[in-house]
């Protein structure tokens, strides 16, 4: 099966018709009263679109499923890549799982806060918490986590924050 073995089932399934039928079969009951009232030539496209896509094969006296076909068509498909570095912590740009190895978790929180702020840059807690809600749901927790690293500064009165 090739990698794109999968539009050829959902192309298949997306037709209404030929969805009912292949329901029918999988069930394991008669399909010719739902085929009953198309034309001939219907008839012979819904049975076709689903045999050739291999969801249905011919056996004596019908049809019967074949639900191999999607555990091929899953095999063929390569999986996406996995993330790896610090981007494995992240999901769509925000942070998803905070590391438990210290390694890890300074990677991550060096990376915030070259993301954060620009060096030498300086903005109120504010500021700073805002920007950090767009990476976390706790932005007090990361702006404290990246005090106690070091990778941000603040003022005694915790005013202001820098790099």
Known sequence: MSENSWRALVAALADDRAREVYALIVLDHSVEERLAHLSPGKRRRVLDRLRSAGLIAPVEGG????????????????????????????????????????????????????????????????????????????????????????????NPDGSAYRR
């Open 63 to 154: 049809w019967k499923a074949d639900p191999e076909v999607f555990r091929a068509a899953l095999t063929a498909t390569p999986a996406a890549p996995r993330p790896s570095g610090v981007e494995r912590f992240f999901t769509e740009g925000r942070l998803s799982t905070y590391p438990s190895r210290e390694a890890d978790r300074q990677a991550v929180l060096a990376q915030v806060a070259s993301h954060l702020l620009t060096p030498g840059e300086s903005v109120t807690e504010a500021e700073i918490t805002e920007r950090l809600h767009g990476i976390t749901d706790d932005p007090a927790l990361l702006r404290r986590n990246l005090v106690d690293a070091g990778l941000l500064s603040r």
